[in-house]
Structures are given as C-alpha cells and as structure tokens.
C-alpha cells in the first residue's frame, strides 16, 4: 500500500509547515487527488487514521482527512475536444484518434490545512 508512504510525505510537510506556525494540533487536512494519480482515496483515508493513532504526530484526536477527487480531462491533439479519458490511453469519442492530452486527473498536492 504506496498510500501509506505517501500520507507519511504529506504529514512531514504539514507539520513542518505547521510547527513554523507555531501550531499545537492540526485539525484538517485537505487534499486534491485525481483520478489517475496512482493513489486511492481509501487507501490514504485509512493510512491518515493509522497516522492518528500513533499519536506521535501532530493530528489532533479528532483530526479529518477531506479528499477532494479531480476529474480527469484530456484535450485531443487533433480537434482539440476536451474530453474526459476512460483509461490511461485516452482515445478521442470525437475523432477516435489517440494521443490525448491529460489536462487535469493527475494532480495529487495539499489544498490546504487547519490547525491551532
Ligand atoms: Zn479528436
């Protein structure tokens, strides 16, 4: 389960972040996942809430995890429809050409946290 290594990221980051801000307890942490990131919401639900139980962190007792799932969209190279791809190869349903460009569906980034 690669989620666990990348909560384990995002907490490092948060909490130097946070620790900078003098923060004693972080309450919520956002994050943008998109479709094709490689990495699956559920998964990184249940390695945030292994982190938690730890208590060696700084994430609060009541500290939620919020996914926010990006859709994926692709641009065709061709006719340039937007589109949004099925599978990795995105096959344009307007030309039927292959080639198209991921716009969005790739990002995988903090959006934002709350502590105090
Ligand atoms: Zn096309």
Same mark, same amino acid.
């Given at each position: 389960?690669?989620?666990?290594?990348?909560?384990?990221?995002?907490? =490092?980051?948060?909490?130097?972040?946070?620790?900078?801000?003098?923060?004693?307890?972080?309450? =919520?942490?956002?994050?943008?996942?998109?479709?094709?990131?490689?990495?699956?919401?559920?998964?990184?639900?249940?390695?945030?809430?292994?982190?938690?139980?730890?208590?060696?962190?700084?994430?609060?007792?009541?500290?939620?995890?919020?996914?926010?799932?990006?859709?994926?969209?692709?641009?065709?190279?061709?006719?340039?429809?937007?589109?949004?791809?099925?599978?990795?190869?995105?096959?344009?349903?307007?030309?039927?050409?292959?080639?198209?460009?991921?716009?969005?569906?790739?990002?995988?980034?903090?959006?934002?946290?709350?502590?105090?």
């Amino acid at each position: 389960m690669h989620e666990l290594a990348l909560m384990g990221d995002i907490l =490092n980051i948060v909490e130097n972040d946070a620790r900078q801000r003098n923060f004693q307890a972080i309450s =919520n942490i956002s994050l943008v996942v998109g479709r094709f990131s490689n990495a699956m919401p559920e998964a990184l639900a249940m390695a945030f809430d292994m982190f938690k139980a730890q208590r060696n962190t700084l994430l609060s007792e009541e500290a939620e995890l919020t996914i926010i799932v990006e859709e994926a969209s692709a641009m065709c190279p061709f006719c340039e429809m937007t589109y949004e791809p099925t599978q990795r190869i995105a096959v344009c349903p307007h030309c039927s050409m292959p080639g198209g460009q991921l716009k969005t569906g790739q990002t995988f980034q903090v959006q934002s946290y709350d502590g105090s």
